[in-house]
C-alpha cells in the first residue's frame, strides 16, 4: 500500500473535520498490528494511555518504518516491541492529539518541519532530554538549527525532501527535444506538455510565487494573485492536478512531466531507468521530517530508546534506502546505497539551496487567501 507523502500545510480549522472523516491507516505490515487497530474506513484507532514500557506506540508516515529489518533489531535490542500507526496527512496527526488533550496513547510521532512549529506553539510537544540521545552527534549540526525548532529542542531532523519535477525522458525528448532544466521550462513549452501539478495549494502557488521572484510565504494578496494568474497561463497543459495518482501515467508516457516529492519520484527512478528527478536551478521549496515526543506521551524513556537508536548511522541509512529520501545523519550519507547515492537530486547542492524556500506557518487570515485562489484554479472558476 502506498501512504500518501504528504498532503501540505492545511490550516488546523480544517484538520478537525479531516479527522472526521480521514481514519487513521493501519501500517499494512509495516508495523505490528495492536489489539485494537482498525482498518481504513472503520473506526479510529484508540491507543491506551496506562501502558507496559515494554511496548513503544509510534504514530508517523509509514515511510518511516517499512524496514523489518529495522524494526526487529530495536526490539531485539531493547526488549521493546513497536506497535505503529500511519497517517497521510500531517493535520490528520495533529487533529487526534489535540482532541486527545495529550494523552494519545503515542510516545513517538513524525511531524514535519512546520508542523512542528505548530504543535510547539500548541504546547503539544514534550522538550527531548538531550542526556538521553548521545547519537545526535551523528546529525549534522546544520540541520539542528533549522527555524522551526532552533537548537532542536522539540524535535530531531531526520529526512530531507524537496519538490520538483518528475519527467519521462523519452516523451520529453521525442516531443520537445530538451530535457528540463527548472520550473520555467513548463511556460515556455505549455503547448506541447502533458503535466500534473500536486494537489496542494502552498507547494504550488508557492512555486509560482518563487519564479515571480517572491517568498514561498508570502502573504500579500497581490502576489499570490499574480501567481495564480501565472498559474492559469499552464491550465491547458495540465492534465490532472494529484499528489500520488501520476506513476503510472508517467511511466507509460501518456504524462511527460509531472511536480512531484522527492521520495516518490526517486522511488520511481531507481526502477525505471526511463524517468529522472530534476531539482530545478532556480530553486524550490525544501522541508524535513522530524521525530518528537507528543506531551502526555506515557513512554518517555522508550521514545527517547527509539529516536536514538534511529539516528544511527546504520539505521538512518536503511531508512533513507527504503523511502528514498535525503538523511541529515552525516555518517549515513556513506551507508546508503550506491544507486540512491548516485542520483544528484537526491539532495539539493549549496546554489539550489541558496535559490529555495521553506514553507512555513501562515496565519489563518492569510491560509484563506491561499485556499480561495487555488479553489478558483482547481474548477476553473478564474
Same mark, same amino acid.
Given at each position: 500500500?502506498?501512504?500518501?507523502?504528504?498532503?501540505?500545510?492545511?490550516?488546523?480549522?480544517?484538520?478537525?473535520?479531516?479527522?472526521?472523516?480521514?481514519?487513521?491507516?493501519?501500517?499494512?505490515?509495516?508495523?505490528?498490528?495492536? %489489539?485494537?487497530?482498525?482498518?481504513?474506513?472503520?473506526?479510529?484507532?484508540?491507543?491506551?494511555?496506562?501502558?507496559?514500557?515494554?511496548?513503544? *506506540? /509510534? *504514530?508517523?508516515?509509514?515511510?518511516?518504518?517499512?524496514?523489518?529489518?529495522?524494526?526487529?533489531?530495536?526490539?531485539?535490542?531493547?526488549?521493546?516491541?513497536?506497535?505503529?500507526?500511519?497517517?497521510?496527512?500531517?493535520?490528520?496527526?495533529?487533529?487526534?492529539?489535540?482532541?486527545?488533550?495529550?494523552?494519545?496513547?503515542?510516545?513517538?510521532?513524525?511531524?514535519?518541519?512546520? #508542523?512542528?512549529t505548530q504543535m510547539r506553539d500548541l504546547k503539544l510537544l514534550a522538550p527531548l532530554n538531550k542526556k538521553l540521545l548521545p547519537n545526535i552527534k551523528n546529525i549534522a549540526p546544520n540541520y539542528l538549527e533549522l527555524p522551526h525548532d532552533r537548537g532542536s529542542i522539540f524535535s530531531i531532523p531526520v529526512s530531507l525532501g524537496t519538490t520538483?519535477?518528475?519527467?519521462?525522458?523519452?516523451?520529453?525528448?521525442?516531443?520537445?527535444?530538451?530535457? %528540463? =532544466?527548472?520550473?520555467? *521550462?513548463?511556460?515556455?513549452?505549455?503547448?506541447?506538455?502533458?503535466?500534473?501539478?500536486?494537489?496542494?495549494?502552498?507547494?504550488? /502557488?508557492?512555486?509560482?510565487?518563487?519564479?515571480?521572484?517572491?517568498?514561498?510565504?508570502?502573504?500579500?494578496?497581490?502576489? +499570490?494573485?499574480?501567481?495564480?494568474?501565472?498559474?492559469?497561463?499552464?491550465?491547458?497543459?495540465?492534465?490532472?492536478?494529484?499528489?500520488?495518482?501520476?506513476?503510472?501515467?508517467? &511511466?507509460?508516457?501518456?504524462?511527460?512531466?509531472? =511536480?512531484?516529492?522527492?521520495?516518490?519520484?526517486?522511488?520511481?527512478?531507481?526502477?525505471?531507468?526511463?524517468?529522472?528527478?530534476?531539482?530545478?536551478?532556480?530553486?524550490?521549496?525544501?522541508?524535513?521530517?522530524? #521525530? &518528537?515526543?507528543?506531551?502526555?506521551?506515557?513512554?518517555?524513556?522508550?521514545?527517547?530508546?527509539?529516536?536514538?537508536?534511529?539516528?544511527?548511522?546504520?539505521?538512518?541509512?536503511?531508512?533513507?534506502?527504503?523511502?528514498?529520501?535525503?538523511?541529515?545523519?552525516?555518517?549515513?550519507?556513506?551507508?546508503?546505497?550506491?544507486?540512491?547515492?548516485?542520483?544528484?537530486?537526491?539532495? %539539493?547542492?549549496?546554489?539550489?539551496?541558496?535559490?529555495?524556500?521553506? +514553507?512555513?506557518?501562515?496565519?489563518?487570515?492569510?491560509?484563506? +487567501?491561499?485556499?480561495?485562489?487555488?479553489?478558483?484554479?482547481?474548477?476553473?472558476?478564474?
Amino acid at each position: 500500500m502506498h501512504i500518501s507523502r504528504r498532503k501540505f500545510l492545511r490550516q488546523t480549522a480544517y484538520a478537525a473535520s479531516a479527522m472526521a472523516s480521514a481514519s487513521t491507516l493501519a501500517a499494512c505490515g509495516i508495523f505490528e498490528k495492536g %489489539p485494537q487497530e482498525t482498518e481504513a474506513g472503520e473506526e479510529d484507532v484508540k491507543r491506551p494511555v496506562t501502558q507496559d514500557k515494554r511496548t513503544l *506506540y /509510534i *504514530y508517523g508516515w509509514a515511510t518511516y518504518i517499512n524496514n523489518q529489518e529495522v524494526l526487529e533489531e530495536f526490539t531485539k535490542e531493547t526488549g521493546i516491541k513497536v506497535v505503529g500507526d500511519a497517517y497521510d496527512s500531517n493535520e490528520v496527526m495533529l487533529a487526534k492529539l489535540e482532541a486527545s488533550g495529550g494523552r494519545s496513547g503515542y510516545s513517538v510521532i513524525y511531524p514535519s518541519d512546520y #508542523m512542528v512549529t505548530q504543535m510547539r506553539d500548541l504546547k503539544l510537544l514534550a522538550p527531548l532530554n538531550k542526556k538521553l540521545l548521545p547519537n545526535i552527534k551523528n546529525i549534522a549540526p546544520n540541520y539542528l538549527e533549522l527555524p522551526h525548532d532552533r537548537g532542536s529542542i522539540f524535535s530531531i531532523p531526520v529526512s530531507l525532501g524537496t519538490t520538483g519535477i518528475a519527467y519521462n525522458v523519452e516523451a520529453v525528448k521525442s516531443v520537445i527535444g530538451e530535457e %528540463p =532544466m527548472d520550473w520555467s *521550462y513548463l511556460w515556455e513549452h505549455k503547448e506541447k506538455l502533458r503535466i500534473t501539478l500536486v494537489n496542494d495549494p502552498r507547494e504550488v /502557488i508557492g512555486m509560482a510565487l518563487h519564479i515571480l521572484g517572491h517568498s514561498y510565504n508570502t502573504k500579500e494578496t497581490e502576489k +499570490i494573485e499574480q501567481a495564480f494568474q501565472k498559474l492559469k497561463e499552464l491550465m491547458p497543459a495540465i492534465a490532472n492536478f494529484t499528489t500520488d495518482a501520476w506513476r503510472d501515467p508517467l &511511466a507509460s508516457g501518456d504524462l511527460m512531466m509531472c =511536480m512531484a516529492f522527492s521520495g516518490d519520484a526517486i522511488s520511481l527512478a531507481r526502477q525505471d531507468p526511463n524517468i529522472k528527478y530534476l531539482l530545478p536551478n532556480n530553486g524550490t521549496s525544501i522541508w524535513t521530517d522530524t #521525530m &518528537a515526543i507528543p506531551r502526555g506521551a506515557s513512554n518517555i524513556e522508550g521514545a527517547h530508546e527509539w529516536i536514538n537508536y534511529v539516528m544511527r548511522p546504520e539505521v538512518a541509512a536503511k531508512i533513507s534506502d527504503a523511502n528514498s529520501f535525503g538523511t541529515t545523519n552525516k555518517l549515513a550519507k556513506t551507508m546508503i546505497p550506491d544507486d540512491l547515492k548516485a542520483i544528484k537530486a537526491l539532495e %539539493p547542492s549549496e546554489a539550489i539551496t541558496a535559490r529555495s524556500d521553506r +514553507i512555513a506557518k501562515l496565519d489563518p487570515e492569510v491560509l484563506q +487567501i491561499y485556499e480561495g485562489f487555488w479553489t478558483r484554479l482547481t474548477t476553473g472558476l478564474g
